[in-house]
């Protein structure tokens, strides 16, 4: 390899690693800002993460077109420039003149322009996503090479996923019925800032483009004519909607004072919030810990071993009465970085963000290992169900309505369950007959 090629990989490395962390600031947005909207309309706390999920479902396999189309820098930019429309939207939302009703009381016109801006964020991450996955799985040469990286980009993913809610308590402090989208505007000003500075740096890089190497090549098949992909395809639809609903129903079962929540009576959304960052950690532990093991522990043992633990901690969560408590970390605006007494089964769910954060790379890799030509079209199918990031947690969020938050997880232990299916028996490539070069 040259060492003009080393440099452009190095720089293309980085900079997929940096809109890696940018989709997770983005998407972990959505939940404490359904927290603000959840007081004002019950039904509304899920609702901006349904918006944002919903957008992979129209944009997923546009975006993987936009790739063989376009190439990756121009869909990067084009995504970045989303982006920055979608958080002006939602920064619309939080102007007074918008809070007048729409259809009745429970309906007004700023949730409906900050269901309009999640749902705009959620077209600009499909694309990041689309983009980020295969690049950094051709840089590293596929195969647990390739996990690697995707891990590598994930540790910074988790980073600014634990950081997201931290930044918007810290900013609101404890959630009441007078809190609005305003109180978050410093926020918002900054993904703008952020939008706006990525789109200029990425304008003068220069980024591989395998894709248009290919533009002559014949596609005598498709993705769909592989069953490992497929399978992994509903994997991923499966996964998204674990990662979202673990921490969403910890947060709002903390939360929630009554005796059908944790019962916490002072600070309990503060409380909830700060718990759920600290799932959001170990899932950047866990990703860090799997760069440093990737090249030598395949990504299957890892993705089997993984979803085993889930089950077993999910279990452990449903079965544990609330009565019994611990002390954990956490961090709220009134007492800093303190322990706090919360039900054990938060702890046993807070810790499968080990386990969660390696199933992403994991299951991108598997389902994309052998696809050769047709990664690119496989990619955007893959971002199209991540849907089930919104579909599944909103499943979750009635089922915790009508028969509580930890009967919720039954749904997470049936999705784990496949997954490990997926890891064991799913994941293997029966179609290598099919010319892939």
Same mark, same amino acid.
């Given at each position: 390899?040259?060492?003009?090629?080393?440099? &452009?990989?190095?720089? !293309?490395?980085?900079?997929?690693?940096? +809109?890696?962390?940018?989709?997770?600031? /983005?998407? =972990?947005?959505?939940?404490?800002?359904?927290?603000?909207?959840? =007081?004002?309309?019950?039904?509304?706390?899920? !609702?901006?993460?349904?918006?944002?999920?919903?957008?992979?479902?129209?944009?997923?396999?546009?975006?993987?077109?936009?790739?063989?189309?376009?190439?990756?820098?121009?869909?990067?930019?084009?995504?970045?420039?989303?982006?920055?429309?979608? #958080? *002006?939207?939602?920064?619309?939302?939080?102007?007074?003149?918008?809070?007048?009703?729409?259809?009745?009381?429970?309906?007004?016109?700023?949730?409906? +322009?900050?269901?309009?801006?999640?749902?705009?964020?959620?077209?600009?991450?499909?694309?990041?996503?689309?983009?980020?996955?295969?690049?950094?799985?051709?840089?590293?040469?596929?195969?647990?090479?390739? =996990?690697?990286?995707?891990?590598?980009?994930?540790?910074?993913?988790?980073?600014t996923g634990t950081l997201t809610p931290l930044l918007v308590g810290a900013l609101i402090?404890? /959630? &009441?019925?007078?809190?609005?989208?305003?109180?978050?505007?410093?926020?918002?000003?900054?993904?703008?800032?952020?939008?706006? *500075?990525?789109? +200029?740096?990425?304008?003068?890089?220069t980024i591989p483009e395998p894709a248009k190497e290919r533009k002559t090549t014949v596609?005598?098949?498709?993705?769909?004519?592989?069953?490992?992909?497929?399978?992994?395809?509903?994997?991923?639809?499966?996964?998204?909607?674990?990662? +979202?609903?673990?921490?969403?129903?910890?947060?709002?079962?903390?939360?929630?004072?009554?005796?059908?929540?944790?019962?916490? !009576?002072?600070?309990?959304?503060?409380?909830?919030?700060?718990?759920?960052?600290?799932?959001?950690?170990?899932?950047?532990?866990?990703?860090?810990?799997?760069?440093?093991?990737?090249g030598k522990v395949s990504t299957r043992t890892q993705m089997t071993v993984v979803s085993?633990?889930?089950? #077993?901690? #999910?279990?452990?969560?449903?079965?544990?009465?609330? &009565? /019994?408590?611990?002390?954990?970390?956490?961090?709220? #605006?009134?007492?800093?970085?303190?322990?706090?007494?919360?039900?054990?089964?938060?702890?046993?769910?807070?810790?499968?963000?080990?386990?969660?954060?390696?199933?992403?790379?994991?299951?991108?890799?598997?389902?994309?290992?052998?696809?050769?030509?047709?990664?690119?079209?496989?990619?955007?199918?893959?971002?199209?169900?991540?849907?089930?990031?919104?579909?599944?947690?909103?499943?979750?969020?009635?089922?915790?309505?009508?028969?509580?938050?930890? =009967?919720?997880?039954?749904?997470?232990?049936?999705?784990?369950?496949?997954?490990?299916?997926?890891?064991?028996?799913?994941?293997?490539?029966?179609?290598?007959?099919?010319?892939?070069?």
């Amino acid at each position: 390899m040259t060492e003009t090629k080393k440099n &452009t990989n190095l720089v !293309a490395i980085i900079t997929m690693c940096f +809109i890696f962390a940018m989709i997770s600031f /983005v998407t =972990n947005m959505a939940a404490p800002f359904g927290t603000i909207w959840g =007081n004002k309309f019950e039904w509304s706390r899920m !609702a901006g993460n349904l918006m944002n999920f919903a957008a992979y479902l129209f944009m997923g396999i546009p975006a993987g077109k936009m790739l063989l189309k376009v190439g990756y820098k121009k869909t990067t930019l084009i995504a970045l420039a989303t982006g920055l429309i979608g #958080v *002006i939207i939602q920064w619309l939302s939080s102007r007074s003149f918008l809070d007048v009703p729409f259809f009745g009381a429970n309906f007004n016109w700023a949730i409906v +322009i900050y269901l309009l801006g999640a749902f705009v964020c959620g077209f600009c991450v499909c694309m990041l996503n689309t983009v980020v996955n295969p690049m950094l799985n051709i840089l590293g040469g596929g195969g647990n090479k390739g =996990n690697q990286y995707i891990q590598i980009g994930g540790t910074l993913n988790s980073l600014t996923g634990t950081l997201t809610p931290l930044l918007v308590g810290a900013l609101i402090g404890t /959630v &009441t019925a007078q809190t609005s989208m305003a109180d978050v505007t410093p926020l918002l000003f900054i993904a703008m800032a952020v939008f706006a *500075i990525a789109f +200029i740096i990425i304008s003068f890089l220069t980024i591989p483009e395998p894709a248009k190497e290919r533009k002559t090549t014949v596609y005598e098949h498709s993705a769909w004519n592989f069953r490992h992909f497929v399978l992994g395809a509903v994997a991923i639809f499966m996964y998204v909607g674990i990662e +979202i609903g673990i921490p969403s129903q910890v947060n709002f079962f903390l939360a929630d004072a009554s005796a059908k929540g944790a019962g916490i !009576a002072v600070n309990g959304a503060a409380i909830g919030g700060a718990i759920a960052a600290v799932y959001w950690l170990l899932m950047m532990v866990g990703r860090f810990s799997s760069t440093l093991i990737s090249g030598k522990v395949s990504t299957r043992t890892q993705m089997t071993v993984v979803s085993t633990v889930a089950i #077993v901690l #999910v279990l452990a969560a449903i079965f544990t009465p609330k &009565t /019994v408590t611990v002390s954990m970390p956490g961090y709220s #605006v009134a007492d800093g970085f303190a322990m706090f007494q919360v039900p054990l089964s938060c702890l046993f769910l807070v810790l499968c963000g080990l386990c969660t954060s390696v199933m992403w790379g994991a299951i991108f890799n598997l389902a994309v290992e052998g696809l050769g030509k047709y990664t690119e079209a496989a990619s955007g199918i893959f971002m199209m169900l991540v849907v089930g990031g919104g579909i599944m947690p909103f499943i979750q969020e009635q089922i915790a309505k009508s028969a509580g938050y930890m =009967n919720s997880y039954w749904l997470v232990v049936a999705m784990l369950g496949y997954l490990l299916f997926y890891a064991l028996i799913g994941s293997k490539n029966v179609n290598k007959d099919i010319p892939v070069d």
